[in-house]
């Protein structure tokens, strides 16, 4: 005979413990939160995190704690957020070394989609491509015609083995069908003083850090890596009008955190940072360090993940990349 009693104070015990989770998410967040920035301090990531944390932390309510832990091209901080605790206590700022390091460092103890729950891609830096204001071309398409008729005798420079802006340029030398030689450096600091010297041609780099250079005449921009046109600089064209469809070169910055975290959770936060990056004053800030703001759907986000891990993975197999 089934015992009523206990039968009903199991099913209360049941519920009682079904709701307990959304009435914790409902009071999300109730004490700081920490961010971790898998980048020393200073750097890009570092200075945009910043300001997009402060404005997401007024809109939460609770501060907002940045951490730097570089390292191992971000996999270190990148490890250590996918073993916390999916609370949304826990939060990674992250840029593409997330869908670089897959094919460059296979093993590095976490899966890149599996071990996250993407929140928003909150702002982009499009790259353009400069080159010496003594390299003998002035346009784009002069560079593709020069870079074809002298195989590796040009060099471009980046922050080194597998950056951004180094599988980004292999990914459009690869598509353009040219050669040209990659010098490694350790920063973007000194790659780009060694363009502005001439002891390299080319470099990927961001419009703010460049206008100085480009404003004094000691280097050109040849085409910026964006969908369109920069407002910044509208008279530069981009990589696609330039003969590739579809070419993108975009240092993206978003939020992950750990995978398991609660569907409520990753709404709040999403719809906070949302709120943050569409501010008027925040985008002007961004605008200020060379970013526009995006304010992406958890989903959109995803995508950008799922695309961009294979076209990576192929790219440092087809050029034969390997992590110093």
């Known amino acids: 005979m089934i015992d009523i009693t206990l039968t009903r104070r199991a099913l209360a015990g049941a519920a009682g413990t079904s709701l307990a989770w959304p009435a ?26 910043r300001p997009i944390a402060a404005a997401v932390s007024e809109i939460l309510g609770q501060p907002i704690v940045i951490d730097n832990q570089p390292g ?34 296979p093993n590095a103890g976490f899966d890149a989609q599996k071990d996250f729950a993407p929140i928003s891609l909150c702002a982009q830096i499009p790259e353009i491509l400069v080159c010496h204001k003594d390299a003998p071309f002035r ?27 180094h599988v980004t340029m292999e990914l459009m030398l690869h598509r353009l069908g040219l050669e040209v030689m990659h010098v490694p450096y350790r ?17 990927l780099d961001s419009y703010a850090t460049s206008a100085a250079q480009i404003e004094a005449g000691a280097i050109r921009v040849l085409a910026i890596a964006s969908p369109r046109r920069s407002t910044m600089a509208p008279d530069v064209p981009t990589v696609a009008e330039m003969g590739l469809p579809g070419f993108e070169g975009i240092l993206w910055m978003g939020y992950l955190a750990p995978a398991g ?4 959770v990753v709404g709040r936060l999403a719809k906070a940072v949302q709120e943050a990056v569409r501010a008027p004053a925040l985008g002007k ?4 360090q060379g970013a526009e703001v995006v304010g992406s759907s958890p989903e959109a986000f ?23």
Do not use: C
């Open 24 to 49: 914790r998410a409902a009071a999300y967040p109730d004490r700081p939160i920490r961010l971790v920035v898998p980048f020393p301090p200073g750097g890009t990531v570092d200075v945009t995190a």
């Open 72 to 105: 191992a091209g971000g996999n270190v901080g990148t490890q250590r957020v996918a073993r916390a605790a999916a609370d949304g206590y826990t939060l990674l700022f992250t840029a593409p070394n997330h869908t670089i390091n897959p094919g460059l460092m």
């Open 139 to 165: 346009t784009f398409q002069e560079f593709v015609a020069y870079a074809r008729g002298h195989p590796r005798e040009l060099t471009y420079s980046s922050a080194g083995i597998g950056s951004h802006p």
């Open 187 to 203: 920063g973007a600091a000194p790659a780009f003083t060694d363009l502005v010297a001439g002891r390299v041609q080319l470099k």
């Open 261 to 264: 975290i609660p569907s409520e």
């Open 285 to 288: 800030v961004l605008a200020q």
């Open 302 to 324: 995803a995508a950008r993940i799922a695309q961009e891990i294979p076209q990576w993975r192929d790219v440092i197999r087809d050029a034969n990349i390997r992590p110093e």
